[in-house]
């Protein structure tokens, strides 16, 4: 069964700790992306990897960071640099078929407290 | 900059249909996209439609792309309740990033 993990699905975290997402996908697919929604806005971007050992940075990197060691993942570290962390993550991958549709996982719910 | 707009928010009645608009500044997409968030999840992809494309429809989806306007609309006949959500026009870019609309929230009356 193949598609993209996120996990956990609540993430709760006292201010000034660091904390790592976890995205997994068994999609074979090479480019991969972190997203911040908040509520009634938008998708922004934070990070992408259109390659193993390659990231760049989104609109909104500052305070988080990312690796790209293997394929199949791509974890995302909210650091206590982020002011304002309380936010829906949701992790994708690009498909394969040529048109850049972009496939998403169920998102991690992160809370500051 | 790609800018795409769409309005925030949409009501209908059970059984009307519900068209929901997305206006963009760029023509260079090659494709176009149309997803779906139920609350508290991920999105999901319910069509797309390429660039020299006037129209698509599938099923209960018609998708109208007048890229004179650079206008992209997404009609769902017979709404039901499951289908209220909030629903995102998106735009592929030359980098392979998709440029999303911030998002129009369908709200299904009974």
């Known amino acids: 069964d193949g598609g993209i993990t996120q996990s956990p699905k609540y993430l709760f975290r006292k201010e000034g700790q660091n904390v790592t997402l976890s995205c997994e996908q068994n999609l074979n697919h090479d480019a991969m992306y972190w997203y911040r929604q908040d509520p009634g806005q938008g998708l922004r971007l934070i990070y992408y990897?259109?390659?193993?050992?390659?990231?760049q940075k989104g609109d909104i990197a500052e305070g988080y960071s990312v690796s790209r060691e293997k394929k199949e993942s791509f974890p995302l570290t909210v650091t206590s640099a982020q002011k304002n962390p309380t936010a829906f993550y949701l992790c994708?991958?690009?498909?394969?078929?040529?048109?850049?549709?972009?496939?998403f996982g169920p998102g991690t719910r992160l809370t500051v407290l | 900059g790609e800018d795409v707009e769409q309005s925030l928010f949409l009501s209908v009645r059970e059984g009307d249909s519900s068209v929901i608009n997305c206006t963009y500044t760029d023509s260079s997409s090659t494709y176009l996209y149309w997803y779906k968030q139920e609350p508290g999840a991920g999105l999901q992809l319910l069509t797309y439609i390429f660039s020299n494309m006037d129209m698509k429809q599938d099923q209960r989806l018609t998708v109208l792309l007048n890229k004179k306007d650079k206008h992209l609309s997404l009609r769902i006949a017979d709404t039901q309740t499951g289908d209220s959500a909030i629903y995102f026009c998106?735009?592929?870019?030359?980098?392979?990033?998709?440029?999303f609309g911030q998002g129009t929230t369908l709200q299904v009356k009974p």
């Open positions: 998106a735009l592929s870019s030359n980098t392979g990033k998709l440029i």
């Open positions: 994708a991958s690009t498909g394969t078929s040529g048109r850049g549709e972009q496939f």
């Open positions: 990897s259109q390659i193993v050992n390659d990231f």
